[in-house]
């Protein structure tokens, strides 16, 4: 995958740092408020930029935090009350009825 451009990556991180304490969006969701299809690219600007941003707000499209991210992510859900679900196995994911956000 090639590098994001300049004002691709600006536009998805002003989205991010938009969202609200404990509400969230896809990668998809950030994708989508910039007029793009390109959830991919999200995640890659995410990975590469987005340690300056509340990254744990942006989750997959099932509701689960960034992979290897998941206890950290987990911390900051419980500080914002993010609504969240869990597996019977433990595993945890985003409710994302409830807690999706749109910046319109």
Same mark, same amino acid.
């Given at each position: 995958m090639?590098?994001?451009?300049?004002?691709?990556v600006s536009r998805v991180l002003a989205v991010v740092e938009e969202i609200p304490a404990g509400r969230v969006m896809s990668y998809g969701d950030v994708a989508a408020a910039i007029g793009s299809r390109a959830a991919r690219g999200v995640g890659q600007v995410m990975a590469y930029?987005?340690?300056d941003v509340p990254w744990w707000r942006v989750v997959r499209a099932s509701g689960h935090p /960034?992979?290897?991210?998941?206890?950290?992510? *987990?911390?900051?859900? !419980?500080?914002?009350? =993010?609504?969240?679900?869990?597996? /019977?196995?433990?595993?945890?994911?985003?409710? *994302?009825?409830?807690? !999706?956000?749109?910046? =319109?």
């Open positions: 090639s590098e994001p451009n300049e004002d691709f930029y987005g340690g /960034a992979q290897n991210h998941e206890s950290r992510a *987990l911390e900051y859900y !419980r500080a914002e009350s =993010t609504p969240l679900t869990w597996s /019977a196995s433990g595993v945890f994911r985003v409710d *994302l009825p409830r807690a !999706r956000w749109s910046p =319109t």
